[in-house]
């Protein structure tokens, strides 16, 4: 499938075939989600319906399992791989072509076989596929793209080779050529966005392991993730990722679901509380009853959320698909009714016709539309790559223009996404230097979020380096550890109550309050209270700036967070953002975007973590910060490859830009056939002389094309 009308033609066979109750096909993923009942048909009628239709499909298990997942990265691999190479060919071959086509006209009794030689190879070795594509179509009943370009590439080709053999030098096999280079380049670029939204769904599928560890009295085996049953006990080592979605038993540890909630700092587990799959377990063990099989965990919904909403169909795509269903008809009728009415009119008519016929062919050649999009998106998306903005389809182009909401998720996005030390509070006679040294002495060899930002924080002061041993994890309070002046303390306010050592809560709480999600780490040595160190995900820098920026384009903001509503309104209000929803999961997050979207607003959704997949795939508009994880960058239409929230207005404003000179090409391609095939057909010579002949007919569809590429180099002048 190439494109919108492809999609369409499975969608209604798959319909129209006897017993299928509903069908959707996905146009990145290349799959038909099928429901149908057994009784009437099956798997290998539905794939013969499909075949039928000039198209091939076979039956796939797409469950929890990771074979689907691999199974779509291979082909999108092999189909990039593919268009490259053909583009490579057609680049090999232009550049002589070209050369031999404004060859001295000294050479002309040569090179003209030349060019004749290495036309006929592009047309071999580039064009074949877009001739077959026609065919299949023609042989349905049907027109898309690849019977432009067929119609086209062919036509110039046929003129080439009659100019070659009545003496002149072929110049429409060069055209004939580049309409194949450039049409090939889009091709590429499309089948590269397609690999892209397959690798999304490889990243979810890998986060869970492949088998988990059922506990059975004392015997702990190794079992398949598909094979575990609700209500089985799993054993959840040290550092393990949870195989499925349980309750935990026995045991106490940290969790990090990032994944989930896009917090970034590990959350304490005990028994009774809920674990899911995808997250990675702590330094503690667990034992915990299985609550949902592997088909039904919030992560094997997150990949049908995903896999449901990555379905792209841009109408910029599908304006050019209604047209294509008419233009070809229409040009091929034209061009029979121009040869029959020049014919019939005179004694040289036939000769006359012809020539009108053919220039109508070799004007009509779909090259500025074929280039109108991915010409305009290559000088786009490069002014967007050397300002840190990741341009991925069409799609995000075109609804920038008619964007009205902005959904923004908190950590990674407005926040860094990383804790960081925001303040140090030392006990008397303690200086920072020393607090951070002891701390980070005790901290240095563990992999904890909060660890890792209190031994920066140490290392930037350049606090003194002294060595630990007998380091000691305490799950949920901290840990201890023997260092050269005794033993060192770090952790809650639960670990230090333990041992019975006092510490001025109310001046450490005070503290906390001045840093949004800020979690204390009180420091102790030989039961003795040091100090407080603060960490907290701070806000990025040109946030607010970035958020202000949003309200001057006239767009609404909303902050939705996973994260603790006080964190999260108080967040807003430093933003100045009014609307805030707090402490949502992934589906909700999706179905705040449904939501707006059922208000007729059209939604952008900005997010860093794989808990915001779902709703980046599901908003109009998706853009994921390039510092986070792979799936949310994956699953979005837009990247920021930088972390920089001052990126997202100057985002808006390129892809709005784009798609300005989108629609000023597509125009152009269609009024430019609107003028320039009457005047082809000789509509104007029996009054007052105007005609276009096949060679000038072959310049002016040249300049057709030029004329779209200039257009789309002004972007490179916009200012954003």
Known sequence: MHCAS??????????????????????????????????????????????????????????????????????????????????????????????????????????????????????ACVGWPYFIGAAKRLRHGGANMDTLIALGTGTAY???VAEIFSG??????????????????????????????????????SMAPPVAQIKCGEIVTQVPVEQVLPDEIILIRPGDAIPLDAVVLTGQSDVNQAWLTGEPLPVEKRSGDVLHAGSINGQGSLEARVTAAAGTTWL?????????????????????????????????????VTLIA????????????????????????????????PAAVLVGSGRGAENGILIKDALALETAGRLTTVILDKTGTITLGQPQVVAIETAAGVSREELLSIAAAAERFSTHPL???????????????????????????????????????????????????????????SLTQQHPGAAPLLVARNGQYLGTIIVADEVAPGSAEAIAALHQLGLTTHLVSGDRRQVAEEIARRMGIQQVLAEVLPEDKQRIVRELQSQKQVVAMVGDGINDAPALAAADLGIAMGTGADVALES?????????????????????????????????????????????AGVLFPTLGIGLPPSLAAAAMAFSSVSVVLNSLRLRMVSI
């Open 6 to 123: 492809c999609v369409s033609s499975v969608e209604r066979a798959l319909r129209e075939s006897p017993g299928v109750l509903s069908a959707r096909v996905n146009l990145p993923l290349a799959q038909a989600a099928v429901n149908f009942e057994p009784a009437t048909t099956d798997l290998t009628r539905i794939a013969v319906a499909v075949a039928a239709a000039g198209y091939s499909a076979s039956p796939t298990q797409v469950g929890g399992g990771k074979s689907a997942g691999v199974a779509l990265e291979k082909r999108s691999r092999q189909e990039i791989v593919l268009w490259r190479n053909r583009l490579i060919a057609a680049g090999v071959l232009l550049v002589p072509l070209i050369f031999s086509s404004y060859a001295p006209p000294a050479w002309h009794h040569w090179t003209r076989w030349l060019v004749l030689a290495i036309g006929s190879a592009m047309q």
């Open 158 to 160: 046929a003129a080439g």
């Open 168 to 205: 002149s030098h072929g110049m429409s096999l060069m055209d004939g050529g580049m309409i194949l280079t450039f049409v090939t380049l889009g091709k590429y670029l499309e089948a590269r966005a397609k690999g892209r939204a397959s690798l999304a769904l490889q990243k979810l599928l």
């Open 300 to 336: 094997a919904r997150t990949i049908e959320l995903v896999r449901a909403a990555q379905e792209s169909k841009a109408d910029v795509q599908r304006l050019t698909d209604r047209v294509v269903e008419w233009f070809v008809p229409a040009v091929l009728v034209i061009a029979l």
């Open 342 to 373: 020049w014919s019939l009119s005179g004694t040289d008519g036939w000769r006359t016709g012809m020539s009108c016929a053919v220039a109508v062919l070799i004007v009509a050649c779909p090259c500025a539309l074929g280039l109108a999009t």
């Open 451 to 509: 660890a890792r930002a209190i031994v920066q924080a140490a290392d930037a002061l350049a606090a003194p380096r002294i060595s630990a041993r007998e380091t000691k994890v305490i799950p949920g309070e901290g840990l201890e550890a023997v260092t050269p002046s005794g033993l060192a303390l770090i952790g809650n306010f639960r670990l230090l109550n333990s041992r019975l050592i006092p510490v001025p809560k109310d001046k450490i709480e």
């Open 636 to 680: 979005a239409d837009m990247v920021l490859t930088r972390h920089d929230l001052l990126l997202l207005p100057r985002a808006i404003r390129l892809s709005r830009a784009t798609l300005a000179i989108i629609r000023q090409n597509l125009w152009w391609a269609l009024g430019y056939n609107v003028v320039l095939i009457p005047l082809a």
